[in-house]
């Protein structure tokens, strides 16, 4: 079965630097989203991506967070200056039908902001 | 604004015991609704979805949920668990708008007593 998948599991940063999210959303999906886990806390949702535009954010997703499609199968997260609150699980997600379809996800990658 | 609630933060059960997670949402229109579970260091992968038709929907691993529009429920069951079974369940509602997001309730923690 398809799957998404994300690199790398586990991304340890000191605070303020940038770091890059990487997913490869299942190849047939159109719709592409990120979500966060603070440990402990429920899923967040972050951004949803669609036809290469940001379709909705929630207001997590300030100036510092940006997403980016750079290819046919790649689908990025940047966190420009990170911040010791945004040490979290990332996930992504994708999806063939907005809605109307569940959002498959990945296995997330670990954030540490040391 | 669309909401889930999960009554039940943690739930120990015996093995072979019947399980029923709670879930509870609020939204205006006929929702989307999904459980997840997430196994410790692990995504989240779907049990099962209700989007229309029969209400009582089967899903992986032996589960079901029960969606009930006059109580604002999609209870989810199972009628024997195993000890595999143990690990965090996520309620989440999707709509059918513009909007793509999903979200999540805060999760049941399931423990397997042997």
């Known amino acids: 079965e398809p799957e998404v998948t994300q690199t790398p599991s586990h991304q340890v940063t000191q605070m303020g630097q940038e770091v890059i999210l990487r997913c490869v959303p299942i190849?047939?999906?159109?719709?592409f989203y990120w979500y966060r886990q603070i440990l402990g806390q429920k899923v967040e949702f972050l951004v949803s991506?669609?036809?290469?535009?940001?379709?909705?954010k929630s207001e997590i997703f300030d100036d510092q967070f940006s997403v980016e499609r750079p290819d046919g199968s790649n689908f990025t997260l940047k966190i420009r200056s990170t911040k010791l609150e945004d040490s979290a699980m990332y996930f992504c997600?994708?999806?063939?039908?907005?809605?109307?379809?569940?959002?498959?996800f990945g296995d997330g990658t670990r954030l540490s902001i040391l | 604004a669309q909401s889930v609630t999960q009554p039940d933060i943690h739930i120990t059960v015996s093995e072979g015991a019947s399980l029923e997670l709670r879930c509870n949402y609020s939204?205006?229109?006929?929702?989307?609704l999904f459980w997840y579970v997430q196994s410790p260091g692990q995504g989240l992968q779907l049990l099962l979805k209700?989007?229309?038709?029969?209400?009582l929907v089967q899903g992986i691993k032996g589960f079901e949920a029960e969606f009930k529009r006059s109580q604002s429920s999609f209870n989810l069951r199972k009628p024997s668990v195993h000890w595999s079974d143990a690990a965090e369940y996520f309620c989440?509602?999707?709509?059918?708008?513009?909007?793509?997001?999903?979200?999540f309730g805060s999760g049941t923690r399931l423990s397997i007593r042997p």
């Open positions: 209700y989007f229309s038709g029969d209400t």
């Open positions: 939204y205006g229109a006929t929702p989307y």
């Open positions: 997600a994708s999806s063939e039908v907005q809605g109307s379809q569940p959002q498959h």
């Open positions: 989440a509602v999707g709509c059918n708008s513009s909007a793509s997001k999903i979200i």
């Open positions: 991506f669609y036809n290469n535009e940001i379709s909705e």
């Open positions: 190849s047939n999906h159109l719709y």
